[in-house]
């Protein structure tokens, strides 16, 4: 029988036989995507804002009210005093909106009224979204009771494409299938590696006359079909629990997700050769696999966001590029057109993986 | 065992070595662990490589096996660099080289892919490999479920699947019970006999014994190489094996730097109820022995004449070169010796028994241990041995019988109790990642060693170790022969009235083994009760008294020479034309435990000689082999042990 075979066929009865691998490489890939999934949301709602309102007038009311119309702030009660002091560094509110004296009967005479905004910037992102908001939310209040001292001639009609519902889920979980489909089989491929090492075995290995290709080409498919095993579960998830559909190429997904995860398992591989133990072995992967994943991947923020130098590492993150694929097979849907060179970026990276870890277990021999 | 089928296919250049080595090197990063090594092996030898831990062993097989690039030097393993030649070798390295979570049948298949075994022939070899080592009803057990005796059994096998023309085995029998520990011999004297090259390193010099050839490496060199018979009598000594009922008295009449100094003795060894004394000549040995005791006022000395046991050569050879040679300083106790004068025992049990669930694992055990004794309790895995420890210790609360221990009945894990005990485990006394002096440290605090004292005591430790100097050194990276010595060392310097050692020499080579006997018998002479538990039967010379188990229960108890006595039958060791055949021929007729190769002799086990031999010799004859001769040999404490178990219906595994 072909060695790659014999190889492979045995780290599946290794990873059978453990129950509890078994139930890790399925149970928290599972978890990992409820998690991802529901717990981050990028869109900030439900702002607790003060308004002081020192006017008291009908028009200043409905400025109010204008405020809280959609969800974005929610009124709290104000215990009065030095609202700065109290409120923003309390934290009970994360803005404060005065309205000062005399605010109707300036507007009405045509006169500049200014509306004191004071906004928490602890949260730089958080502050940008609600000054912008407070921003659009005046500008359309001038609008609306017609008290613009200039019709705006540009009037800028908004569509949103792909996602017009701008449903969150849309963007975070087929990005999540990145992270997912990178850590665990990975993790797994790493363990094994490690554990011909930590057991000694490695040398019976050696002593079989086995090729470095052959042990390894064994070992990763052995850790590819149990992460395609993984990656059906998690788009199930996907399907079933998120409402994804695919929007693009599900062949060119297909590919990508294979060499994707051929591509994670040499990783796995390649990291624990040098490992003496699945301990070192598991945190290497954790530090070596998942911060480059979840920061330079442009899981959460766009790459272009990140700055010099780490944006050139962030290029040569294969994360990156599969969360543009998986993104653009259930959002955008541009296919083979827009992201042919995912898959070639995912062979190039998988034959420079194979070529180091080759070179890392060397000739097969103790290294002395 | 079942007689082997051919199993090697004959190689074209049969007239060759097999294995030849010339100017041998391999340097790590600042040690060399080989230095210049020549040695040949030929087909169908079982050559051994014997030496103490750290000799370079475990190097050389890796280069023999082709899985590590030699320094310098030429080595051809049937006639090829090892690396090309590995679809020829089978390794059984030293760490099991077994895939625990996999099956029997799962690591033979495994095994088998690796090494392209062509697929019909795969399944036969399994059926008839397993079945020679009596694996074969547990094709679909696990492998880490399988005792220790039978994971190697299996690791034989797998190397076994690829029928090579040799077979490396780096320490194939550690941690296996006696009994596994012959059969997995036996196997292997049939499978040389069939042409199979074996090379095997063993810290058992009882198994050097049944190699062809013997080679004792030290540091990385190969100071002697001969059959087991030309080693010994390079030696030029003879045996003594010297009985008095005032051994203590003769010891230290003989001993290094007492009352008389002779260039007589070359070297004397004192064991459980006996002295052995190499002599010169037997002759004049006997008489200045006999008027040395008649001088300190001991009666007549009964003495044993035999031949010196590998292990005397191991020693002696090494000595020359300045190992073992350092004085041993005694530990200086602060409180009174106990001494033997006390009356009541430090430990005593009365019927123990322990249930677990259905599974009686100890069966009414009685045994009393006096203070000042060395009590070894022997048995195989699964015996009891353990279950019987952790009772008496009171670590598990026995089913039903009555302890006592240093004359407490109740509370038998009170700290004071504790303070009065010291316990040295196999593996896990030292914590290896600390320094030697932060584990002798730590140990003076766990057991409140005085303040005042522990200077002195941790300069003890160091000293008896030779470790001086070197005492911020990561305890993990120590050989296993120092760490042992190191942790009996911090398992005594709280003085304690009693002593559990569990398995105090595995793995550790007879040097070391010396030194820590020699430190054993220092805190028994003072008064220290002593339990000790192995299952190696070489050490159990050692003790005073000793208390065999099987199967939960304890089947003999005495001293050695009694229980060796007590054993029905008698050791008959033959020489014939053709050992093999005989050997498969006289296990038609008697049980197989009964027969043993020795290299080119058999070990037969007789319970009526005078009866059985007449007819054996003629059955032998009959079939054309000539017996060249036969006489009496002595049972070794081990036959003694094999014998007990085999009657009382085998091991359980």
């Known amino acids: 029988m072909n060695r790659v075979a014999v190889q492979c066929i045995k780290e599946l009865r290794q990873f059978v036989r453990d129950r509890l691998s078994v139930a890790l490489a399925f149970g928290l890939p599972a978890l990992s995507m409820l998690l991802y999934g529901f717990a981050t949301r990028l869109e900030i709602k439900n702002i607790p804002l003060v308004v002081q309102n020192l006017d008291n007038s009908a028009l200043s009311r409905s400025f109010i009210e204008r405020l809280y119309t959609n969800e974005q702030f929610v009124p709290v009660r104000c215990p009065g005093g030095d609202l700065v002091k109290t409120v923003l560094n309390r934290g009970i509110a994360e803005a404060v909106v005065i309205i000062p004296p005399e605010f109707a009967r300036k507007l009405r005479a045509g006169l500049p009224s200014p509306v004191e905004a004071l906004i928490d910037g602890t949260d730089v992102n958080n502050a940008r979204v609600i000054k912008n908001s407070i921003i659009a939310t005046t500008n359309s209040f001038l609008d609306i009771e017609g008290l613009s001292p200039f019709r705006p001639l540009i009037h800028p009609q908004v569509r949103l494409w792909f996602n017009p519902g701008r449903k969150e889920s849309l963007f975070v979980v087929p990005g999540a299938f990145g992270i997912v489909l990178l850590i665990y089989p990975a993790l797994l491929c790493a363990l094994a590696m490690a554990r011909e090492t930590e057991q000694g075995t490695i040398l019976q290995i050696y002593a079989s006359s086995l090729t470095a290709s052959e042990f390894i080409l064994g070992k990763v498919a052995a850790y590819v079909i149990v992460g395609i095993a993984e990656t059906l579960l998690v788009l199930l998830i996907g399907f079933v629990v998120f409402h994804l559909s695919v929007a693009g190429d599900a062949l060119l997904f297909t590919l990508g997700t294979l060499l994707y995860l051929i591509d994670a398992c040499l990783y796995g591989l390649m990291i624990a050769v040098g490992a003496k133990t699945q301990n070192a072995a598991v945190q290497a992967v954790a530090f070596g696999g998942f911060t480059p994943a979840l920061l330079l991947s442009g899981y959460l923020y766009p790459v272009r966001n990140i700055r010099y130098p780490f944006n050139l590492v962030a290029d040569f993150v294969p994360a990156r590029y599969y969360i543009e694929l998986s993104r653009d097979t259930f959002v955008r849907g541009a296919g083979w057109a827009g992201q042919w060179f995912v898959p070639v970026f995912l062979t190039l990276v998988g034959l420079l993986l194979f070529r180091i870890a080759r070179k890392r277990l060397g000739r097969m021999q103790i290294s002395a | 065992m079942p007689p082997v089928e051919t199993v090697v296919q004959q190689a074209p250049d049969t007239d060759g070595p097999v294995i030849s080595v010339r100017g041998l090197r391999k340097r790590y990063r600042d040690l060399e662990a080989v230095r210049g090594l020549d040695f040949d092996i030929r087909r169908g030898e079982i050559f051994g490589l014997i030496g103490p831990d750290g000799a370079g062993k475990t190097t050389i097989f890796h280069i023999l096996g082709g899985v590590m690039e030699p320094t310098a030097g030429q080595v051809a393993v049937v006639g090829r660099k090892p690396a090309d030649a590995r679809s020829e070798i089978g390794y059984l390295t030293q760490q099991f080289s077994l895939n625990l979570d996999l099956s029997v049948d799962e690591n033979l298949s495994y095994t088998a892919g690796l090494r392209r075994v062509p697929e019909p022939m795969v399944s036969e070899r399994r059926r008839r490999y397993l079945k020679l080592m009596g694996l074969d009803a547990f094709g679909s057990r696990l492998a880490g479920q399988l005792s220790g005796g039978m994971k190697q059994k ?102 290094p730097g007492g009352s008389v100094e002779s260039a007589e003795i070359a070297d004397v060894q004192p064991f459980g109820d006996r002295l052995d004394v190499l002599v010169a000549d037997s002759e004049r040995g006997e008489r200045y022995l006999q008027s040395i005791a008649a001088s300190a006022g001991i009666g007549a000395l009964r003495i044993d004449r035999d031949e010196p046991t590998l292990e005397n050569v191991f020693v002696l050879n090494l000595r020359k070169e300045g190992l073992g040679t350092t004085a041993y300083k005694p530990f200086a106790f602060s409180g009174p010796a106990l001494g033997p004068s006390r009356k009541t025992s430090a430990i005593a049990a009365s019927k123990l028994s322990k249930q677990f669930g259905e599974f009686q694992a100890v069966k009414g055990v009685s045994l009393q241990i006096g203070y000042g004794e060395i009590y070894g309790l022997l048995g195989a895995n699964g015996a009891g041995k353990t279950t019987t420890i952790k009772m008496i210790c009171g670590l598990l609360q026995p089913s039903s019988g009555e302890m006592m221990l240093a004359g407490e009945t109740q509370r038998m894990r009170s700290p004071a109790l504790r303070q009065r005990i010291g316990y040295m485990s196999q593996k896990f006394t030292l914590y290896d990642d600390l320094t030697i002096l932060q584990n002798l440290e730590f140990y003076c605090g766990v057991y409140q060693v005085p303040m005042g004292l522990r200077k002195e005591r941790i300069n003890w430790v160091l000293s008896t170790c030779q470790l001086v100097g070197r005492e911020g050194m990561i305890t993990g990276l120590l050989p296993g022969g120092w760490k042992q010595r190191l942790s009996f060392g911090a398992s005594v310097m709280h003085e304690p009235e009693i002593l559990f050692l569990d398995e105090p020499t595995s793995g550790v080579d007879p040097i070391a083994r010396r030194q820590l006997w020699n430190m054993i018998r220092d805190f028994a002479r003072h008064g220290t009760a002593i339990l000790v538990t192995t299952h190696f039967l070489e050490e159990a010379e050692n003790c005073h008294r000793l208390g065999l188990m099987a199967a939960g229960e304890l089947v003999a108890q005495g001293s050695p020479s009694e229980i060796k006595k007590a054993q029905p039958g008698q050791l008959i060791v033959l020489v014939t034309s053709d050992t093999q055949r005989s050997s498969d021929l006289l296990k038609t007729k008697l049980e197989s435990w009964r027969v043993a190769i020795f290299a080119d002799k058999l070990h037969v086990v007789l319970d009526e000689p005078e009866r059985q031999l007449p007819a054996l010799v003629s059955l032998l004859s009959e079939n054309g082999i000539q017996v060249r001769s036969q006489m009496a040999g002595s049972f070794s404490l081990e036959d003694a042990f094999i014998g007990l178990v085999q009657r009382r219906g085998g091991v359980q595994s």
Do not use: N
């Open chain 2, 154 to 255: 299996l690791a034989l096998c797998c190397a076994l699947m690829s029928r090579p023309q040799v077979l490396l085995l780096d320490e194939p029998t550690t941690g296996v019970d006696p009994v596994s520990r012959r059969e997995f011999w036996d196997v292997l004297a049939g499978i040389a006999h069939e042409g199979m090259t074996i090379a095997v390193a063993t810290p058992y010099l009882d198994e050097a014994e049944r190699c062809d050839r013997v080679a004792l490496v030290h540091e990385g060199a190969i100071r002697q190489i001969g059959t087991p018979v030309e080693l010994r009598e390079r030696l030029g000594l003879h045996r003594l094996e010297v009985r008095t009922s005032d051994l203590g008295r003769l010891e230290q009449a003989l001993a």
